[in-house]
């Protein structure tokens, strides 16, 4: 009876401290779409990135696809209070994407197919915090959570994770998306609990 490691309890180790205040966990993955789920083809799928002067520099698929691939391993979080740990995802990171973008731009406001629109500083999605993904769980993503690509900024609250991601402008001024426009935080933090314009 002399054995003892310092922190055994004798159960799994809780994932509190991954878990941001006022969320709780879930093993599903929700969908939660502001609108239908658009149906994108592949031939004439395109993305683009367009700087404040109005160069833009754009994809098809096979072009993505030909990128450098990550696969991010995640915790998300939605305002709705959910968060799910350890996803599994692969893409192209949006360091790869901005790499010969000719920019000084501070913000960057994001369009879906379908509409839905976010925006964040430029700041947020460099330095290895954002994707663009394809794969979910070693499959294709599934049109629901935004196939064929989505954007993945994993740090803030999952709505700035725009679904059918189809093009991103980089600008000098804060443009607010669908959400921030309804009244939700511009920036979004989880773990400053960054819900509506006022938090
Ligand atoms: N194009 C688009 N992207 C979107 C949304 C949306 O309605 N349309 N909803 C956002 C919200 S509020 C969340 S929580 C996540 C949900 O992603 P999921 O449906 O894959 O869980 O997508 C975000 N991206
Ligand atoms: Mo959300």
Redesign the pocket.
């Known amino acids: 009876m002399s054995t003892f490691s310092p922190g055994f309890q004798g159960r799994p180790r809780p994932q509190d401290d991954r878990l941001p205040p006022g969320q709780y966990l879930t093993e599903d993955?929700?969908?939660?779409?502001?609108?239908p789920t658009p149906a994108v083809d592949l031939d004439r799928w395109q993305f683009s990135i367009t700087n404040e002067t109005g160069r833009q520099y754009s994809w098809s698929w096979p072009q993505f696809m030909s990128l450098a691939q990550q696969r991010p391993h995640v915790d998300?979080h939605?305002?709705?209070r959910w968060s799910k740990l350890d996803t599994a995802w692969q893409g192209v990171s949006l360091d790869t994407l901005l790499e010969n973008v000719v920019t000084d731009a501070e913000f960057a406001h994001i369009t879906?197919?379908?509409?839905?629109t976010?925006n964040l500083p430029l700041e947020d999605l460099t330095g290895g915090k954002a994707w663009i993904v394809h794969t979910f769980d070693g499959a294709d993503l599934?049109p629901?959570?935004?196939g064929p690509a989505?954007?993945l900024v994993p740090h803030l609250?999952?709505?700035?994770?725009?679904?059918?991601?189809k093009s991103i402008r980089l600008l000098d001024y804060d443009e607010p998306g669908?959400?921030e426009t309804a009244g939700y935080h511009s920036y979004g933090d989880p773990w400053r609990e960054q819900r509506y314009q006022d938090d």
């Open positions: 993955f929700p969908v939660l779409s502001a609108g998300i939605c305002v709705t879906s197919y379908g509409g839905y976010t599934d629901e959570h935004g989505r954007l609250y999952f709505w700035k994770s725009a679904k059918w991601v669908f959400w």
